[in-house]
């Protein structure tokens, strides 16, 4: 049981920093007098700590600290009764959405256990999270319309550092960790803000590529995989630092090397293979096959978690459907880690991903200016939901295909082509 920060030892100190500098500077882009509002693993709090008086040297107004426990989470599942499972913690999340409609940024530091529900009762673990997701939808539409400023970054917890490195002590495993995190968040180099500037760069170089192309739909052709992804009627590719509705240029994921789109909500067809298993909320799904008809997954199978996963699928009529396509190449300095993280934010950045459920409002021309119904009518998908799995790997081969029919090699082998 973990009840202060003991690995902080195992943890590069600068290099903790400099990540708090990131987040604050290039993440959030934090203005001056503007508020902040955190939430974070109990164990994290040396990252908070330092996230948070960067934030004020920034100007923040107020910043305020949501922590979650893990061990307070198994309580919750061991003792909790039956019927709470249908029931959130609301007036949390009504607070939060109050907080970012009057312009609060929000910084969310991952880094849960992986496998943390895994021995739980999958039906109670599937109640909560759709009774979370209904709570969370007012605050996450804020979120996910890009209406404010925010970011994601991670911080070594012990238990998600033991899923990724099982081999190794505790403290080690929790070095290794902290060192792959602090490369994927290029912090590890003498200028992480001027490293910023040049991957956005890049990052904004491909996705205006693929802008320019116009394709109407992408073709992925792999082992277990021959699926074709139409894309949403005017959408439009983002990758690296984009703009939220507040004028505030961000980074909202740290680290990051997609650029991605929102698909047609109606026009997906085939079928698709999981490359990497899939950590959902302490739970973890491997191997998933699914084959799309008209945008809706109608069979779908995994190795480990199927239950799981059909639970989720079940959540809401836009959670059978894609919310994003994003494209990685293999070579991506996250994939070349070679480590397997169990958790999103790592592995989607390894690896070309689909996401079931919302779309980003913000992946279409205009998408500020446009009405849900507009959004809709267009293709965008919308779930309580948005979950990413990852489809790519270096036997993986993606073809653009043009309204005219003509096709395009986008990536070959997992790489740009
Ligand atoms: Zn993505
Ligand atoms: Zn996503």
Request: aromatic residues 6%.
């Amino acid at each position: 049981m973990t009840i202060v920060p003991q690995n902080t030892h195992s943890v590069d100190a600068a290099k903790l920093e400099k990540l708090a500098e990131v987040a604050v500077k290039v993440g959030l882009q934090l203005q001056k007098g503007q508020d902040l509002v955190i939430t974070a693993p109990v164990v994290a709090m040396p990252l908070v700590r330092l996230i948070t008086r960067h934030a004020y040297i920034a100007g923040a107004g107020l910043v305020t600290t949501f922590y979650a426990d893990e061990e307070a989470t198994l309580a919750r599942y061991e003792h909790a009764p039956d019927e709470s499972f249908d029931r959130a913690s609301s007036w949390l999340y009504e607070g939060m959405a109050k907080a970012y409609a009057n312009g609060s940024a929000r910084l969310a530091i991952a880094g849960d256990n992986p496998l943390l529900l895994s021995g739980q009762d999958p039906s109670k673990v599937a109640r909560a999270n759709r009774a979370n997701s209904a709570a969370y939808k007012p605050a996450l539409e804020k979120i996910s319309n890009f209406d404010i400023n925010w970011n994601i970054v991670s911080y070594p917890n012990p238990s998600w550092a033991k899923v990724v490195f099982p081999d190794d002590p505790e403290e080690i495993a929790v070095a290794k960790l902290a060192k792959a995190i602090f490369a994927a968040s290029r912090v590890d180099v003498p200028d992480p803000i001027g490293a910023w500037a040049e991957h956005n760069a890049n990052l904004h170089k491909r996705s205006a590529w693929m802008n320019e192309q116009r394709f109407s739909t992408l073709h992925f052709q792999g082992p277990g995989t021959d699926l074709k992804v139409g894309l949403a009627d005017g959408h439009e590719w983002h990758g690296g630092a984009s703009t939220a509705k507040n004028g505030v240029t961000c980074n909202p994921n740290i680290p990051t090397e997609e650029v991605f789109t929102t698909p047609h909500a109606l026009r997906v067809e085939g079928h698709v293979s999981s490359t990497k298993p899939l950590s959902h909320q302490g739970t973890l799904i491997d191997n998933i096959q699914v084959r799309f008809e008209g945008g809706r997954i109608v069979e779908a199978k995994a190795s480990r978690g199927e239950e799981v996963l059909n639970k989720v699928l079940d959540t809401d009529e836009g959670a059978r459907r894609l919310g994003e396509v994003a494209l990685v190449p293999h070579s991506s300095p996250i994939s070349a880690s070679g480590i397997l993280f169990y958790n999103t934010l790592f592995d989607e950045n390894a690896s070309c991903h689909i996401a079931l459920g919302q779309c980003y409002s913000k992946c279409f021309i205009d998408g500020a200016k446009l009405s849900q119904e507009q959004i809709k009518a267009q293709g965008g998908n919308s779930s309580l939901i948005h979950i990413d799995w990852m489809i790519g790997s270096d036997k993986v081969d993606i073809d653009g295909i043009k309204p005219d029919g003509s096709k395009v090699p986008v990536m070959r082998r997992g790489e740009w082509a």
